[in-house]
Nanobody
């Protein structure tokens, strides 16, 4: 079973910064990719950024140049540094993991509980 523990959400002013963290745990964990999605009330969940086990990042267009995703493979942890925040970034941010654990043959998608980010104008 894969567990994802998120931290770092909160309140920021427009133009400010926040850093999200997500630590993954599980027996015999094999990670293909980790990252972040977000979902605002009344909207669909959308990709923010992901990073592969090889370190290749992928960003949504609306965060390019503002957000940076990174990882610590030894800690199975992914980070999202969010700069130049604006009120449109207000959302529930979910940690995402594509991988497998416990000797499973096939990978699956796992989600964290979500951490709220609120940006005031």
């Amino acid at each position: 079973q894969v567990q994802l523990v998120e931290s770092g959400g909160g309140l920021a002013q427009a133009g400010g910064s926040l850093r999200l963290s997500c630590a993954a745990s599980g027996s015999m964990l094999r990670i293909n990719a980790m990252g972040w999605y977000r979902q605002a009330p009344g909207k669909q969940r959308e990709l923010v950024a992901t990073i592969t086990s090889g370190g290749s990042p992928n960003y949504a267009d609306f965060v390019k140049g503002r957000f940076t995703i990174s990882r610590d493979s030894a800690k199975n942890t992914v980070y999202l540094q969010m700069n130049s925040l604006n009120p449109e970034d207000t959302s529930l941010y979910y940690c995402y993991l594509n991988g497998r654990s416990g000797g499973m043959l096939y990978s699956d998608i796992y989600w964290g509980q979500g951490t709220q980010v609120t940006v005031s104008s």
